[in-house]
Every structure is written in structure tokens, then in C-alpha cells.
């Protein structure tokens, strides 16, 4: 009996010391592995930023300018360089202009800064990019950019009703009848209205007049706010029966500002 418990007593002794030696196996292979994932993150981001060096070093910014590519007329756009630039860097600003065809970039003198301000009227439509040259001389190229303004044709206004036009283009109406005058809108318009001395009409395109008189019409698109369109006149004669006879009839004319002459 004695000697059973001996030999038990060993076996379990082996066994905790197996399951020790196995413990202590798994820390070891963990802790390797971790080491191991650990010099290999750092290897990366090492070499990571090594490349980085490099590529400043030989001036592969990769710059890259964005910004409004469109701007109302009578307004200033801005184009930003938004890639990294070094303070040793040399920004310079290309413009190549839209018309005549078959010309070629050159410089804008004058313009170091990482931001370049255009204005519609005297700058646009080109294309833009920007040059930068590093403090080793080498050059890199942005991306370029089209940048244009925005154009919009007047509105025109429709005269509708009993209308008669003379050789001159001139408009009359039969007094005690009544015509109606709409803005033709090619495209959204705000704080819009129309007068004849005082305001009759605001923010609605039409208004229906029973008096011989000039009716103004104006507006602002809406894509442009500030940019007051031209203003349109249109005057309005009483057709007198003497008159009549030498009067062409027409269900409806449209003008333009400039332009006196209905256009059919």
C-alpha cells in the first residue's frame, strides 16, 4: 500500500510539472509572436516614413488645387493648394486662357501664396495650375482646373391680350381692355419686381395692366444674387380707332431689353 501511494504521488508531481512546462511553452511562443508583430510594425512605419523623405526629398508633392469653378460675373473666385507644402517650397500660379485658341500657359506674376483670387470679367474662362519647386529644384505639377463664370441671357417679356404693333414695333391696346405682361424666366430669378413710377407687383412674374403707360420689369437670378439684371420697358399705347386701320393684330408679342422691335 505504501508503495502504491509513492508511485502516485511521483505520477502526479509529473504531471504538474508537464502542465507547467506546457504553461510556460505558450507564454513563451506568445511573447515571441507578439515581439515578432511588434519589430514589424515598427519596420513599417520606419520605412513608411523613409519613403515619405525620399519622395519630399525629390519633390513628389503630388500638390492637388480646388476651389469655386464657377463665379458670378462682377465677383472674385478663389483657388486653394490644399497638399502639404514645405516653407523652402516655391509656389507659382499657371493660367492659360480659354479664347483665342492655341495659347499657352504662362505665369501669373506676382502670385506666391498657396490661395490664388480671380475675377470673373477680366480672368475667366482659363484653365489654372500651380508649380511647385522644392528646395532641391525639383518641380512637381498640380492638377488643372477649369474655372469659369456663370452667363445669363435677360429675361424677356411677353405681352399676351388684344395687342397691334405699327411699322416702328411700337404696342397698342384698345383702351378699356386689358393686357397681361410676363417675365419669361429662362431661369430662376428672386426679389423681382414690377413698377410703372411705383412699385405695382413684387415676386410674382406677371401682372395684367388696364392703362396706356411703360411698365418696368427687373430681377436677380438666383445663383447670383447681387448681379441686377438689365431692365426691361415696356410701353404700352392706346390703339385709337384713327390708328387701327394702319395696326398689324397679334394674340401676343415678346422683347428683349435693347431691343424695341417685337419678336414673334
Known amino acids: 500500500m505504501s508503495l502504491f501511494l509513492t508511485q502516485n504521488k511521483y505520477s502526479i508531481k509529473n504531471s504538474i510539472y508537464a502542465i507547467l512546462l506546457f504553461v510556460l511553452g505558450v507564454l513563451i511562443f506568445s511573447l515571441s509572436s507578439c515581439s515578432k508583430i511588434a519589430t514589424t510594425e515598427n519596420n513599417l512605419a ?43 517650397d516655391k509656389i507659382e500660379w499657371y493660367r492659360k486662357p480659354y479664347y483665342p485658341d492655341g495659347q499657352n500657359f504662362s505665369v501669373i506674376e506676382g502670385v506666391f501664396a498657396s490661395q490664388l483670387t480671380l475675377v470673373a470679367n477680366t480672368d475667366l474662362p482659363c484653365w489654372i495650375k500651380a508649380k511647385i519647386t522644392n528646395k532641391k529644384g525639383k518641380v512637381s505639377w498640380s492638377n488643372t482646373m477649369f474655372m469659369d463664370s456663370y ?5 424677356e417679356v411677353q ?58 420689369f427687373k430681377g436677380f437670378p438666383v445663383l447670383c444674387p447681387t448681379l ?37
Open 151 to 155: 452667363a445669363f441671357s435677360n429675361p
Open 46 to 88: 520606419n520605412q513608411e516614413a523613409t519613403n515619405q523623405r525620399e519622395l519630399d526629398a525629390l519633390g513628389h508633392h503630388d500638390p492637388v488645387i480646388t476651389g469655386e469653378d464657377k463665379i458670378c460675373p462682377d465677383c472674385q473666385g478663389t483657388i486653394n493648394l490644399i497638399s502639404k507644402i514645405d516653407e523652402d
Open 159 to 216: 405681352i399676351s391680350g388684344n395687342i397691334f404693333v405699327d411699322v416702328n414695333g411700337d404696342l397698342f391696346f384698345k383702351e378699356g381692355e386689358s393686357v397681361t405682361l410676363t417675365a419669361g424666366l429662362p431661369y430662376d430669378l428672386i426679389n423681382t419686381w414690377w413698377y410703372n413710377g411705383n412699385v405695382l407687383s413684387q415676386d410674382v412674374p406677371s401682372i395684367t395692366v388696364f392703362d396706356a403707360g411703360t411698365y418696368s
Open 228 to 264: 441686377e439684371m438689365d431692365l426691361i420697358e415696356v410701353t404700352l399705347n392706346y390703339a385709337t380707332p384713327d390708328l387701327l386701320p394702319s395696326l398689324l393684330a397679334r394674340e401676343s408679342v415678346t422683347i428683349r431689353p435693347t431691343k424695341k422691335e417685337p419678336i414673334k
